[in-house]
């Protein structure tokens, strides 16, 4: 069955980067687009960008461009999302999702993980 | 950049139909999906490509896209569909999620 199992919760200070890992099992990982997308506590989604894994290619949300980066090995069937230079309002849960075929929409999704920034 | 809107709630009694809107300018030029968030989960989705239903998705969810508006439509409402509802569209290779709408089932 299809999985994505992200790494654990963090804690950063301000200014910091963090590096979160989504590890996909059950399909065949560079066939399918791997979206990012974020929650703050009581907020709502947002989306961060996507990557595809066979490729490489990458497309942020202009929020995050300069800040976010997105990348993969294949070979662990693994994709990343870095987002540095932290502030406290970038606290929030943050999600990989599989991209389904040729639409936008996230098939399945990992578990979460919660990034914390705090001084 | 391309926004949508979605109402903060909207309520239904048990077996009624819960209507859910999300719009946007030409909306209906583009696909939507929602996605179900029960507190403390990971989204689900529940429509793509405007009214396809992932496997597994109750035939009671249903969608539509037309104008400026796509619907999500939940016909029989039971107590377990009460949760956080989001859609989604693409513009120009880029996405974006509306606000959320808050299902109250009671």
């Known amino acids: 069955q299809v999985q994505l199992v992200q790494s654990g919760a963090e804690v950063k200070k301000p200014g910091a980067s963090v590096k979160v890992s989504c590890r996909a099992s059950g399909y065949t990982f560079t066939n399918y687009d791997i979206n990012w997308v974020r929650q703050a506590t009581g907020q709502g989604l947002e989306w961060m960008g996507w990557m595809n894994p066979n490729s490489g290619n990458t497309v942020y949300a202009q929020k995050f461009q300069g800040r976010v980066t997105m990348t993969r090995i294949t070979s662990i069937s693994t994709a990343y999302m870095e987002l540095s230079s932290l502030t406290s309002e970038d606290t929030a849960v943050y999600y990989c999702?599989?991209?389904?075929?040729?639409?936008?929409?996230?098939?399945?999704w990992g578990q979460g993980t919660l990034v914390t920034v705090s001084s | 950049s391309y926004e949508v809107t979605q109402p903060p709630s909207v309520s239904v009694s048990p077996g009624q139909t819960a209507s859910i809107t999300c719009s946007g300018d030409?909306?209906?030029?583009?696909?939507a999906s929602w996605y179900q968030q029960r507190p403390g989960q990971s989204p689900i989705l529940v429509i793509y490509?405007?009214?396809k239903r992932p496997s597994g998705i109750p035939e009671r969810f249903s969608g539509s896209n037309s104008g400026n508006t796509a619907t999500l439509t939940i016909s029989g409402t039971q107590a377990v569909d009460e949760a956080d509802y989001y859609c989604q569209t693409w513009d120009t290779s880029t996405a974006v999620f509306g606000g959320g709408t808050k299902l109250t089932v009671l």
């Open positions: 030409k909306l209906g030029e583009k696909y």
């Open positions: 999702a599989r991209r389904l075929g040729g639409t936008c929409a996230g098939d399945y």
């Open positions: 490509e405007d009214y």
